[in-house]
T-cell receptor, first 113, second 114 residues
């Protein structure tokens, strides 16, 4: 079935360092890959997304890259700040005619001052 | 926190009881979704609906039921048949036109079975 694997499950960095989270998807027909940030006890919120016809997208300190051949995509956060600490989820839009998202298991990012 | 709301924030249930979680949205979205979130796991789809009076099972529908009588509302009932209902439940909504549609999440309901 459709599956998204996400690594690492936890990530600890010093403030100012970069953080990279990687995801692999199984459905080669997936065409949309959003990333959500969930702060403790709060709702997931979209931070960036990428479509299958684009290889890279940036928004200030965050960027996402997509390798369709290898079926993996990554989130890059530069110059990390303590407020970046959260759980990050990747997702891939599945096939089947509706907006179904398959989520990765999440990465807990801790940014230490 | 307008847009999509869920109530209650916390819910306690005794074993054998059915409980209903509320989800309301004022975004005029056609599609609505229910997810379950467990520690260390991603969001798993329980049910979704693309239009009023129609809904489909997701990946983990057993022990749950839904209704979609109004566009704005998509309540989830956790029945006594759900063997391990303690979890964080998230409702989401989106438009259905186009292929790249952001899902907007509600604040969630944390259900605990006593």
């Amino acid at each position: 079935g459709e599956n998204v694997e996400q690594h690492p499950s936890t990530l600890s960095v010093q403030e100012g360092d970069s953080a990279v989270i990687k995801c692999t998807y199984s459905d080669s027909a997936s065409n949309y890959f959003p990333w959500y940030k969930q702060e403790l006890g709060k709702r997931p919120q979209l931070i960036i997304d990428i479509r299958s016809n684009v290889g890279e997208k940036k928004d200030q300190r965050i960027a996402v890259t997509l390798n369709k051949t290898a079926k993996h995509f990554s989130l890059h956060i530069t110059e990390t700040q303590p407020e970046d600490s959260a759980v990050y989820f990747c997702a891939a839009r599945g096939t089947g005619g509706y907006n179904k998202l398959i989520f990765g298991a999440g990465t807990r990012l801790a940014v230490h001052p | 926190d307008g847009g999509i709301t869920q109530s209650p924030k916390y819910l306690f249930r005794k074993e054998g009881q059915n409980v209903t979680l509320s989800c309301e949205q004022n975004l005029n979205h056609d599609a609505m979704y229910w997810y379950r979130q467990d520690p260390g796991q991603g969001l798993r789809l329980i049910y979704y609906s693309q239009i009023v009076n129609d809904f489909q099972k997701g990946d983990i529908a057993e022990g749950y039921s839904v209704s979609r009588e109004k566009k704005e509302s998509f309540p989830l009932t956790v029945t006594s048949a759900q063997k391990n209902p303690t979890a964080f439940y998230l409702c989401a909504s989106s438009i259905i036109q186009g292929a790249y549609n952001e899902q907007f999440f509600g604040p969630g309901t944390r259900l605990t079975v006593l």
